[in-house]
């Protein structure tokens, strides 16, 4: 499996913020996709936000207007700014490389990163 890695979770009060990054391999960043997905503990994971290599960008509903995610490909990273952060924010954050279909992004199975905790406190 590809690794992908994350940085930037922590703790953080709400209302606060937070950025995430994600480096990948050039191989992997310059040709695909990006996302973040995250899981909560009980929960399914969910798709917080993707974009795609020309940078459109779509969001889940949850997130939408407060997160926002860009990618620097000179760089070969992704970002997911989190403002207004809320308690039920709180949760494991993963990036991953994937494709579109239809419009609907699609994780592919071998490129996540081993996720970063993020929590915010009421």
């Known amino acids: 499996q590809v690794q992908l890695v994350e940085s930037g979770g922590g703790l953080v009060q709400a209302g606060g913020s937070l950025r995430l990054s994600c480096s990948a391999p050039?191989?992997?960043?310059?040709?695909?996709?990006m996302g973040w997905y995250r899981q909560a503990p009980g929960k399914q994971r969910e798709l917080v936000a993707a974009?795609?290599?020309?940078?459109?960008?779509n969001y889940g509903e949850s997130v939408k207007g407060r997160f926002t995610i860009s990618r620097d490909n000179a760089k070969n990273t992704v970002y997911l700014q989190m403002n207004s952060l809320k308690p039920e924010d709180t949760a494991v954050y993963y990036c991953?490389?994937?494709?579109?279909?239809?419009?609907?992004?699609?994780?592919?199975?071998?490129?996540w990163g081993q996720g970063t905790q993020v929590t915010v406190s009421s």
């Open positions: 991953n490389a994937g494709g579109y279909s239809n419009g609907r992004y699609y994780p592919y199975s071998t490129y």
């Open positions: 050039r191989s992997i960043f310059s040709i695909n996709a």
């Open positions: 974009i795609t290599l020309i940078g459109n960008t």
